[in-house]
């Protein structure tokens, strides 16, 4: 399946099926096992071949940011509630589209000058002139996520809503496809409700068990204005996590990937965040304990309608995942 399909499947968080099903359908030759567990994750198991295997987590999680209906309004608008976390100025003056294919516009109910944090200060307008009209397109628990088409642009850059973490997805896809024999027994776990706090890949890895565990995820940039401070640089490389707020990365498995990196030519940054979190935090304190990392793309305006990234850093990451996978790894 390519990247630019993944993208544009709706699958807010808590209602990753119809990507699951994609997944599902494209991975499922190249899997030994394929399950879905109670919570929706998707786990794909590849048997080792190494004679002192590990078991190795990698997550990549389903689901984008969204929007959920709590009010149909007598005059026909909707009032929402964000399914992570977004920004009311990106939210404002967008499109958005439920699952059955309606499509709104996000507006304000104040001037937008004076748009707050406070989302229900907005509404969407599907262009219905009454409660009765807007009832037969949508109703109160009806989610939605940006509209934002698949667009390459200048160089390898490309640009679409939901590569947060699509791309993740797809570069665990990728790696099942070109590694298919690893040393190592590899779980690839499409996770769900990272957006919302990293559920889904708690609940798995208090299931497998992982002896490593590893993020596939996005990062923010910090090359251009209007973001926090830090080093990520697009175009530079796969992000090697060692820090952010809700982990601190195994300092040995750090070395074990940057030596990787170095050994096989792949070029890669090192990743320290100001503030954010992944699915290695989840990973990180489950069970009895799990070393973890993550492998990050570097990207702006992640968190809407237009998020850009860079082709070769998918590319470096794909590489470094099966650098990984196929060998032994000593801590």
């Known amino acids: 399946m390519r990247f630019d399909e993944l993208t544009q499947l709706t699958g807010v968080s808590g209602y990753e099926s119809t990507v699951r099903e994609k997944i599902a359908a494209d991975v499922r030759g190249f899997a030994d096992e394929l399950t879905v567990d109670a919570i929706g994750n998707l786990i794909a198991f590849r048997k080792g071949s190494g004679t002192a295997k590990r078991r190795v987590m990698l997550a990549a999680h389903m689901d984008e940011i969204g929007f959920q209906v709590i009010k149909v309004l007598e005059d026909g ?7 992570g976390h977004s920004f009311l100025h990106v939210a404002y003056g967008s499109r958005i589209r439920f699952r059955n294919g309606t499509t709104g516009v996000v507006s304000s109910r104040v ?10 200060d907005l509404f969407v307008d599907i262009g219905a002139n009454s409660k009765e009209e807007a009832l037969k397109h949508v109703d109160v628990g009806d989610v939605a996520c940006y509209v934002g088409d698949f667009t390459p642009l200048v160089g390898r850059t490309v640009v679409s809503k939901a590569v947060d973490d699509r791309v993740g997805c797809y570069m665990m896809m990728e790696t099942m496809k070109r590694w ?3 040393y190592h027994d590899v779980y690839y776990v499409f996770s769900v409700q990272e957006e919302v ?7 798995a890895a208090s299931t497998i068990r992982p002896d490593i565990g590893i993020a596939v995820d996005v990062t923010p940039h910090h090359d251009r204005p209007g973001d926090l401070e830090g080093s990520n640089r697009q175009g530079k490389g796969i992000a090697v996590k060692i820090s952010d707020t809700s982990v601190i990365c195994d300092e ?3 070395a074990h990937l940057f030596d990787l990196c170095r050994r096989d030519g792949i070029p890669f940054q090192k990743e320290v965040l100001y503030v954010g979190g992944c699915d290695a935090s989840a990973m990180n304190l489950s069970w009895e304990g799990v070393r973890v990392g993550a492998v990050s793309v570097v990207t702006r305006y992640t968190h809407g309608p237009g998020c850009l990234v860079d082709l070769d850093d998918v590319e470096a990451g794909i590489r470094l995942l099966g650098a990984l996978a196929g060998e032994e790894i000593r801590l």
């Open 111 to 120: 001037p937008a000058e004076k748009l707050g944090k406070d989302f229900t």
């Open 197 to 203: 706090g990293c559920r889904g890949a708690k609940v």
């Open 252 to 254: 040995g498995l750090c």
């Open 77 to 83: 608008l909707l009032m929402i509630k964000t399914l």
């Open 180 to 182: 298919p024999k690893p």
